[in-house]
């Protein structure tokens, strides 16, 4: 354990905050002696105003990436606002195409509402959530961000504080994912842990066998993560759902595990997908991963079977979304201005 309350890898913190909670996380067990975890702080105390004490002149933006939450995203909003002026310094909802009525109760709930094309109005936008979390780092000032995604059901309002905090203990850190436990409701069922599917068989297996470290981090796909802009302006990032992933392995390939850190977010409900729509993020994040630890993918899309009402089977693919968005901090003036004729990617 180190000075600060916080386990596993990484330089110990200064402030004496950041100590709020002492137990050891149960993983932190040597059940790999060759294996280190990302610092990890189970039971965060922190306070609104520790962190605000903390901040030192540095500003922090939250970003929501939407699309189509008109039932979801002023609840998410309502847990954030009542930051705005003191430890949050802008709040913004991103949206990616909505047509409903995302944009108009955001506004209304006290965000500030940008479209991806307004965000980086001189190059075409493409569908996706690593096109919004990408185009959010040009139109963002904060020196730290937060992601949270606007689906989510009833958000603990510390979810932001506790994110940021880590990045405000120890300046070695530039990326914090939340972790948490995430029910499953299947029907009028519900299991209390039954969520993160794609992430426990998909995620974590791959992870542990081509960069183990990292099969360490608890929620490596979750939505709700904090970041400094030197790591989200300087990277690459991923098209769709591979984006969390792109972001994990980036960190890591750039600062090390001394620069991850996670944080128990408690509990976060969200609208489950069905299975055939998280086979499709799945053969997005393969493919982001692969690429990320230099294995070459096939580039296919992935071929699903639909049984129709006279019991036979009908194949239907999606095809794979292609083509990283380059480092904002890479963009040319007159692309965050005018437009463009074609997209920056990087392959």
């Known amino acids: 354990m180190n000075a600060d309350g916080s386990i596993g890898g990484g330089p110990e913190a200064s402030v004496s905050w950041a100590g709020g909670g002492q137990d050891l996380a149960r993983w932190s067990q040597s059940h790999h002696p060759s294996l280190r975890s990302p610092r990890t702080w189970d039971h965060p105390t922190w306070t609104v105003d520790d962190l605000v004490a903390a901040k030192n002149g540095r500003t922090?933006?939250?970003?929501?990436?939407?699309?189509?939450?008109?039932?979801?995203?002023?609840?998410?909003?309502?847990?954030?606002?009542?930051?705005?002026?003191?430890?949050?310094?802008?709040?913004?909802?991103?949206?990616?195409?909505?047509?409903?009525?995302?944009?108009e109760r955001a506004r209304a709930a006290g965000a500030r509402v940008v479209t991806r094309e307004e965000a980086i109005p001189g190059v075409p936008a493409v569908p996706g959530k690593g096109e919004v979390l990408w185009r959010s780092i040009a139109v963002t000032t904060g020196d730290l961000i937060a992601f949270v995604d606007s689906d989510l059901i009833d958000p603990d309002p510390m979810f932001v504080p506790k994110m940021i905090g880590p990045l405000l203990a120890d300046p070695a850190i530039h990326l914090v994912k939340?972790?948490?436990?995430?029910?499953?409701?299947?029907?009028?069922?519900?299991?209390?842990?039954?969520?993160?599917?794609?992430?426990?068989?998909?995620?974590?297996?791959l992870l542990t066998a081509l960069k183990p470290e990292l099969g360490e981090v608890c929620q490596p796909l979750g939505g709700e993560y904090a970041g400094t802009r030197e790591l989200f302006a300087s990277v690459r990032f991923a098209p769709g759902y591979g984006v969390e992933i792109g972001l994990l392995i980036d960190a890591y390939d750039r600062y090390g595990l001394a620069g991850i850190g996670q944080v128990n977010l408690g509990v976060r409900t969200h609208r489950n997908r069905p299975l055939p729509e998280l086979a499709v993020m799945s053969r997005q994040i393969?493919?982001?991963?692969?690429?990320?630890?230099?294995?070459?993918?096939?580039?296919?899309?992935?071929?699903?079977?639909?049984?129709?009402?006279?019991?036979?089977?009908?194949?239907?693919?999606?095809?794979?979304?292609?083509?990283?968005?380059?480092?904002?901090?890479?963009?040319?003036?007159?692309?965050?201005?005018?437009?463009?004729?074609?997209?920056p990617q990087l392959r």
């Open 178 to 205: 939340g972790y948490y436990r995430r029910p499953l409701r299947t029907g009028d069922r519900q299991e209390p842990g039954g969520g993160g599917r794609v992430t426990e068989l998909l995620a974590r297996p």
């Open 60 to 103: 922090v933006s939250v970003v929501l990436p939407a699309l189509n939450e008109e039932d979801t995203v002023a609840g998410v909003i309502a847990t954030i606002a009542p930051l705005v002026g003191t430890l949050v310094d802008e709040l913004i909802v991103v949206d990616s195409g909505s047509t409903d009525r995302t944009a």
């Open 286 to 343: 393969v493919a982001t991963l692969l690429e990320r630890c230099g294995i070459a993918d096939s580039g296919v899309g992935l071929t699903q079977f639909v049984v129709g009402a006279d019991g036979g089977f009908t194949p239907h693919t999606t095809e794979l979304q292609h083509g990283d968005r380059v480092p904002v901090n890479s963009l040319r003036p007159d692309q965050l201005r005018e437009t463009s004729a074609a997209p």
